[in-house]
């Protein structure tokens, strides 16, 4: 790895080289151009909702990361999340990856990982079918979330999602904002 340039041997040890810096700018831009074209939507989601409406991707085959959020007026509503990692199991968003990963590459993580229940798994094809994502207080107990899947060249490569209390955001509401924001993506 040292002679790669991803490590650099010190007096005091390793640290990180500077081939990693090169690997981090493609990933930035790459997180830039979804920010870029998904900015509105979610923009749209927290104007047209009131609650903090979110851009992520997915990380590995445990987590993935907020990489945009925008903060809805709701003062009930959680701030923005950017930057953070989330496992993939409790909220509406790693669901959706996980129930949408074509080559179920994450399915088989968390199968292995003993993370897969069969409750977990109805509730996956569940989102199949439906093609988006609600729950309710797998997050944080009294946050309800939804959340749609965004692709490119027919692969998924980010979800939008929003958040907000379970006592106003019920299943029937969540399902019509789904609804609203698959069709005006």
Known sequence: MAAMGYISNTSNGYRLGLRLGELSRSLERTYEELRH??????????????????????????????????????????????????????????????????????????????????????????????????????????????SIPLYRDGKLIAAAGMSGPTKELTTPKLSHYAYIFQKNQ
Do not use: W
Request: charged share 25%; with cysteine.
């Open 37 to 146: 074209k998904y900015t509105p939507l979610i923009r749209n989601m927290a104007t047209t909702t009131g609650h903090t409406a979110y851009l992520a991707v997915p990380c590995g085959t445990r987590e993935y990361i907020y990489i945009e959020a925008i903060e809805g007026e709701n003062p009930l509503t959680i701030r923005s999340p950017r930057g953070k990692r989330e496992g993939l199991t409790t909220s509406a968003i790693g669901k959706l990856f996980v129930a949408l990963d074509e080559e179920q590459d994450l399915r088989r993580s968390l199968r292995k990982a003993e993370k897969l229940t069969p409750s977990l798994e109805q509730k996956l094809d569940k989102i199949v079918h439906q093609g988006y994502s609600i729950d309710h207080g797998g997050a944080q107990e009294g946050l309800s979330c939804m």
